[in-house]
Antibody
Framework: QVRLVQSGADVKKPGASVKVSCKAS????????FHWVRQAPGQRLEWMGW????????KFSQSFQGRVTLTRDTSANTAYMELNSLSSEDTAVYYC????????????????WGQGTLVTVSS | EIVLTQSPATLSLSPGERATLSCGAS???????LAWYQQRPGQAPRLVIF???VRASGIPDRFSGSGSGTDFTLTISRLEPEDFAVYYC?????????FGGGTTVEI
């Protein structure tokens, strides 16, 4: 079955960077896009960007452009999200999600989600 | 950028009742690429409906989606205890993605 397993919770200081991993299993890793979504405490879901795991092409929300990097390791079936210049406003649960039915993220809905990774930014 | 507005913010109902959730778009959605997700407390979102009206795998038939243009609806015909959760609509037409603010369905 499709599974997305994310790395554990992390605590960072303001100005630092965080890297979250998303290990996929149960399907061909390079066949479907990976999206990243975050949810601040009590807030709505906020889409951050997607990566084509085959080509490495990416697309980002303007809100995160220049501050987020999406990468993947096809040999490890793992997608990564790195967010830099952290502030307290980045305290949130970060989710990866599979974009279906294309490897390019456009026009894909999120059919499977990781369990989420809590990132806390505090001095 | 399309803005999705969900109403009501909170829906207070009893098990067995019908729930009608609305999602309004700031401009006409060019495609039927509207999805609904369910999020229970402390859990990741779960896909309920895609392409406006298609139920995701494993979703019971008491869930239905409809709409077009700027107005979309998720209906739960008879609420079960496990249906009390937050529901988000999402526009996924194109290469950018937008979520609504959510509707909480509470007992």
């Amino acid at each position: 079955q499709v599974r997305l397993v994310q790395s554990g919770a992390d605590v960072k200081k303001p100005g630092a960077s965080v890297k979250v991993s998303c290990k996929a299993s149960g399907f061909t890793f390079t066949s479907y896009a990976f999206h990243w979504v975050r949810q601040a405490p009590g807030q709505r879901l906020e889409w951050m960007g997607w990566i084509n795991p085959d080509s490495g092409d990416t697309k980002f929300s303007q809100s995160f452009q220049g501050r987020v990097t999406l990468t993947r390791d096809t040999s490890a079936n793992t997608a990564y999200m790195e967010l830099n210049s952290l502030s307290s406003e980045d305290t949130a649960v970060y989710y990866c999600a599979r974009g279906y039915p294309h490897r390019s993220g456009g026009d894909t809905y999120f059919d499977h989600w990781g369990q989420g990774t809590l990132v806390t930014v505090s001095s | 950028e399309i803005v999705l507005t969900q109403s009501p913010a909170t829906l207070s109902l009893s098990p067995g009742e019908r729930a009608t959730l609305s999602c309004g778009a700031s401009q006409t959605l060019a495609s039927s690429h509207l999805a609904w997700y369910q999020q229970r407390p402390g859990q990741a979102p779960r896909l309920v409906i895609f392409d406006t009206s298609v139920r995701a795998s494993g979703i019971p038939d008491r869930f239905s989606g409809s709409g077009s243009g700027t107005d979309f609806t998720l209906t739960i015909s008879r609420l079960e205890p496990e249906d009390f959760a937050v529901y988000y609509c999402q526009d996924y037409g194109g290469s950018l993605f937008t979520f609504g603010g959510g509707t909480t369905v509470e007992i």
